[in-house]
């Protein structure tokens, strides 16, 4: 059974991150259970930071993706990296050794540096650079505003710059966080604001739609190639919770009840 085009292999596995933070054995474990599930909306990548890749050894994940949380590339023979993810200040000759791997090389421009976004447009310049924007995070300021979302998107469909999107997404539809008095971006509102912006149609007021009804029919009248365009462009997401994804996607009947 297969997921609608706009929702194939989306969700990255970020157990070990925040706010879930899961130990090591248990985010393996649910991983190779995600993986016996087979289904079509995980991509079954494990995203694991370049500082704890020593705790792999025993049984490692068939897929990762390695987020370099240090400034130097470890030895990864042993292990199959699929993909790379450097921070913003990633220095040159890091760069060009993360490029050497033949892999896609994922950089995370500084969206609180002046001009944060010419650097995600130079980001085309470079042979092999893809782009990573940060959705959220644990203060207010750590959320771009539609806006500043919408622009970055509409940057990576006018140079056909594909881009993953990290933290923050922990739902479908924007919504509001009153712990920390700020909207959360959803899921949903940015895989159908890249297939605005490949449809040259605005993305910034379905980025600012909490309106789950008029989302979820929008996402159904995505035309198909629309559809795959977009996911060429927005290549996946990370998220700490495997299920909720899947489980909300089906509440809003965007996948079929079995699906995964």
């Not at 540096?113 to 990573?132: I, R, Y």
Request: with cysteine; glycine share 8%.
């Amino acid at each position: 059974m297969t997921a609608s085009p706009l929702f194939e292999r989306l969700v990255d596995d970020a157990g070990l991150f925040p706010p879930t933070s899961l130990p090591m054995d248990e985010a393996l474990a649910r991983h190779a259970r995600d993986l016996s599930g087979r289904s079509p909306v995980l991509t079954h990548l494990f995203l694991c930071p370049a500082t704890r890749l020593g705790q792999l050894a025993d049984r490692p994940p068939p897929h990762i993706g390695l987020i370099l949380d240090k400034g130097e590339l470890p030895g990864t023979n042993s292990l199959n990296i699929v993909s790379i993810d450097l921070p913003a200040q990633g220095t040159e000759p890091l760069v060009n050794e993360c490029l050497a791997t033949g892999l896609p090389v994922y950089v995370e421009p500084d969206r609180c540096a002046p001009g944060w976004l010419a650097a995600v447009a130079a980001l085309k310049h470079t042979p092999g650079l893809a782009a990573k924007v940060r959705c959220g995070g644990v203060t207010p300021e750590m959320f771009p505003t539609p806006e500043e979302l919408g622009s970055f998107i509409e940057i990576c469909v006018d140079l056909g710059l594909p881009f993953k999107a990290t933290a923050g997404l922990h739902h479908a539809v924007r919504h509001y966080d009153p712990e920390l008095d700020v909207y959360r971006h959803g899921f949903l509102n940015i895989l159908l604001a890249t297939c605005a912006a490949v449809q040259r149609e605005s993305p910034f007021e379905i980025l600012a739609s909490a309106e789950s009804e008029d989302l979820v029919k929008a996402a159904h009248a995505v035309p198909v190639e629309t559809a795959r365009r977009a996911r060429e462009l927005m290549v996946s997401y990370g998220s700490c919770s495997t299920s909720t994804p899947i489980a909300e996607l089906r509440a809003l009947g965007l996948i079929e009840e079995g699906n995964g």
